[in-house]
């Protein structure tokens, strides 16, 4: 069974700019959480797509949104790029989502913002 | 609030040698716990889980961890390390919410 995949695996975007990333869960999965890493903050959760709907996001501003497709693909985007939104994006899919299932993580995308 | 602690922020180990790293967490209930292995340049890989039944568990690659309740502590342990598995370390708690908290990562370098 193929694994999470996630589209680009590296982007470099320029201040004030919108990016829009990409994640296929493994099929059958029907939940897709993305997470921001960075040095600084590690590992945060930023928002989790059940069959289309947002159930728990993060604390992150307005700027960072999602959605989730009925084939359970999701996309984030980013718009107004800030210097400080460079940071390793991964998305994880799992059965059902929720923690007490787990989590299978994607390869991640590396935003560069300059 | 869930929190979780990785005290040791960088451990050295020789290749052969034992290995322990360090978990606490804060959580009122019983959490779901795992810790997750991260290669360079890679995602986050699942090494092993508990959500309740026997402490001890069983993960891949030879690694097991222990809960502790009285300690809330979750300590990921193997006998002989590999110059394979120098790679960042993350334990996480999952709790009533649908996302993960990770601690801040322990990063092991294995020495030949």
């Known amino acids: 069974k193929a694994g999470v995949t996630q589209t680009p695996r590296y982007l470099i975007k320029t201040r004030g700019q919108q990016v829009t990333l990409s994640c296929s869960p493994i099929s059958g999965h029907r939940s897709v959480s993305w997470y921001q890493q960075t040095p600084g903050q590690g590992l945060q959760f930023l928002f989790e797509y059940f069959s289309e709907t947002q159930r728990n996001k993060g604390n992150f501003p307005g700027r960072f949104s999602g959605r989730q497709f009925s084939n359970s693909r999701s996309e984030m985007n980013v718009s107004t790029l800030e210097l400080g939104d460079s940071a390793l994006y991964l998305c994880?899919?799992?059965?059902?989502?929720?923690?007490?299932?787990?989590?299978?993580f994607g390869p991640g995308t590396r935003l560069t913002v300059t | 609030a869930q929190s979780v602690t990785q005290p040791d922020i960088h451990i050295t180990v020789s290749e052969g040698a034992s290995l322990e790293l360090r978990c606490n967490y804060s959580y009122g209930a019983t959490p779901y716990l795992f810790w997750y292995v991260q290669s360079p340049g890679q995602g986050l890989q699942l090494l092993l889980k508990y959500f309740s039944g026997d402490t001890l568990v069983q993960g891949i690659k030879g690694f097991e961890a222990e809960f502790k309740r009285s300690q809330s502590s979750f300590n990921l342990r193997k006998p002989s390390v590999h110059w394979s598995d120098a790679a960042e370390y993350f334990c996480a708690v999952g709790a009533n919410t649908d996302k993960l908290i990770f601690g801040t990562g322990t990063r092991l370098q294995v020495f030949p």
């Open positions: 994880a899919s799992s059965l059902h989502g929720g923690t007490s299932y787990e989590q299978y």
